[in-house]
């Protein structure tokens, strides 16, 4: 049973490119979770989705960033125009339902440089 | 805004040596609590967790104390090998029912052989 899996593990983008990021959950769950982590900081939460629903996104920066999750294939987290404050290490958790401890498990993350 | 912080940022043991790390949180809301464990260039991992109506609660080697009227909860990790040298993350749900975590700083746990 695969974890949950995130791609790519590094990405290198320039000023101004699109960044797109994915997440597929762990089989059987279909709640994701994304957090972003700054060099020496914890992670902050953005966005939580439900299969085609976003159900919380009070972390999500209101400009330039979106995330989906369809109802086939993985979680999308899209950053338009990367700016140098984007770079970071982005992760996702995936569990089984809304409850807090149902399986709660977070991917590897990917790391994202812009420069 | 209601935050998780930490008090010490690093900490250096030697092996065998027991542990502690703290957290102090803020959102009088909070009802569960995680520890968490991060090693470099991988996502966070689960080590223990606990529900505000206890104060205490044991794993493998590892124990979390709750103390609500402070706001105050803390990791103990016995006979501290190098494979625990990591960053620790206290985390909270903040009240709400499903996975929001807010997470703290984190301490860099050194281990030394």
């Known amino acids: 049973n695969a974890g949950v899996m995130q791609n790519p593990r590094h990405l290198v983008r320039r000023r101004g490119q699109e960044a797109r990021l994915r997440c597929s959950p762990m089989k059987g769950h279909s709640h994701v979770y994304w957090y972003r982590q700054l060099p020496e900081e914890g992670l902050k939460f953005m966005v939580y989705?439900?299969?085609?629903?976003?159900?919380?996104e009070s972390g999500m920066p209101k400009e330039r960033f979106s995330a989906e999750f369809p109802k086939e294939g993985p979680s999308i987290l899209r950053i338009q125009q990367v700016v140098r404050g984007d770079s970071a290490a982005y992760f996702c958790?995936?569990?089984?339902?809304?409850?807090?401890?149902?399986?709660?498990?977070f991917g590897s993350g990917t790391r994202l440089t812009v420069v | 805004g209601e935050s998780v912080g930490l008090h010490l940022p690093t900490l250096s043991v030697q092996e065998g040596d027991n542990s502690i790390i703290n957290c102090a949180y803020s959102n009088s809301a909070s009802d569960y609590f995680i520890w968490y464990k991060q090693e470099s260039g991988k996502g966070p991992q689960f080590i223990i967790d606990i529900r505000s109506n206890m104060d205490k609660r044991q794993g493998q080697r590892v124990t979390v104390l709750l103390n609500k009227t402070v706001k105050h909860l803390s990791l103990q990790i016995a006979a501290t090998q190098p494979g625990d040298s990591a960053v620790y993350f206290c985390?909270?749900?903040?009240?709400?029912?499903?996975?929001?975590?807010?997470f703290g700083q984190g301490t860099i746990l050194t281990v030394h052989p």
């Open positions: 989705l439900q299969k085609e629903n976003i159900i919380d």
């Open positions: 958790a995936s569990s089984q339902g809304a409850r807090r401890n149902y399986g709660y498990t």
């Open positions: 985390a909270e749900t903040g009240g709400t029912s499903y996975g929001k975590l807010t």
